[in-house]
C-alpha cells in the first residue's frame, strides 16, 4: 500500500524528480513543494503520513525549526531528512528536533522508499552506525561548531587533496597524472579513493561538495608539479607510480 508523502526541498528539480519517481512507485504524492521556508506551514496543512525534508546544510542552526513545528502541530507526521554527506552533529540535531530519518540525497530511490516505509512504521530511517554517531553527539556534544569542510578534509591524505583540487578544476586523468608526475593508473585510483571517501559518486559531485563545504578554500592549491611521493597508495593498493618525465625544479 502506498504512503501518503509530501517532498519539500529548496531545488524545486529535486523535489519534482523525487516526487515523480515516487509516484511511479505507487505512493500518493500530496505536494512537492520548493520553498522549504514554509515548510512547517505545508506540511502541517496536507497531514502526510511522511514528509521528506530537504536541506544542504544540516549543522547550521535553526535548520530543523521546521521539523519541530511540524511535531508540535503534527506529531503523527513521520519527517525524514534529505541531507549531503552527514555529520554526526547534523544527524543528531536531525533527531533532536523530532526526525524520523536522515537519508543522503545520493541515495538510490530504493532506498528513499526504504526509509519512508521505515518512518511510517515509526522505525528510525537511518543507517546504523550514522545512528550511533548521532547518539554519542547528543550524549557528549562537542564544543565547538560543526565544520563539514574541515572535518571532510582530515579525511584525505594531502595527495588526495591534491586530486580532489584538480578535479574541482577540472582537470581530467591525463592532466593529473601529468601535473603530479604520476602513471594515469595511479591516477584513476586516488579518483576513486577520493570519491569514496567523500560518499559520492561522481567526479561533479565531489567537486560540487568540495565547493559548497569550503574544502576548497582551505586546501593549498597544487603545485605545477610533486615529485614521486607515493606513502599514501602503496600500501594499500600496491601501486607504483610511474613518473612522466624529469622532475622539474622546484617553483
Known amino acids: 500500500m502506498g504512503v501518503r508523502l509530501m517532498v519539500v526541498d529548496d531545488h524545486r528539480l529535486l523535489a519534482e524528480a523525487l516526487a515523480s519517481a ?13 520553498p522549504a521556508a514554509g515548510a512547517a506551514e505545508l506540511v502541517i496543512s496536507r497531514a502526510p503520513e511522511v514528509c521528506l525534508l530537504g536541506t544542504a546544510t544540516p549543522a547550521d542552526a535553526g535548520m530543523f525549526d521546521p521539523v519541530v513545528k511540524i511535531k508540535r502541530e503534527r506529531p503523527q507526521v513521520a519527517v525524514v531528512v534529505l541531507g549531503p554527506v552527514p ?14 530519518g536522515y537519508v543522503r540525497h545520493d541515495e538510490r530511490i530504493e532506498g528513499v522508499e526504504r526509509a519512508i516505509m521505515k518512518a511510517r512504521a515509526g522505525e528510525a530511517a537511518v543507517a546504523p552506525q550514522l545512528l ?9 556534544p562537542a564544543a565547538q561548531p560543526d565544520d563539514e569542510g574541515q572535518r571532510l578534509l582530515q579525511m584525505l591524505t594531502p595527495r588526495e587533496v591534491e586530486v580532489l583540487v584538480r578535479v574541482a578544476d577540472g582537470e581530467d586523468t591525463r592532466l593529473i ?20 571517501k567523500l560518499g559520492v559518486g561522481s567526479r561533479l559531485e565531489a567537486a560540487a561538495l568540495a565547493a559548497r563545504t569550503g ?37
Request: charged fraction near 15%; avoid cysteine.
Open 215 to 251: 574544502l576548497l578554500d582551505r586546501a593549498e592549491r597544487p603545485a605545477s608539479s610533486y615529485a614521486n611521493d607515493i606513502n599514501d597508495i602503496n600500501g594499500i593498493n600496491g601501486i607504483a607510480d610511474t613518473p612522466t618525465g624529469p622532475e622539474p625544479p622546484p617553483q
Open 87 to 100: 555529520s554526526p552533529r547534523g544527524i543528531a540535531a536531525a533527531f533532536a528536533a523530532g526526525a524520523s
Open 22 to 34: 515516487l509516484k511511479l512507485r505507487g505512493h500518493r504524492v500530496l505536494a512537492a513543494a520548493a
Open 177 to 196: 597524472a601529468a601535473g603530479m608526475g604520476i602513471a594515469p593508473s595511479t591516477a584513476r585510483t586516488h579518483v576513486q579513493r577520493v570519491l569514496m
Open 132 to 140: 550511533q554517531g548521532a547518539f554519542s553527539e547528543l550524549l557528549n
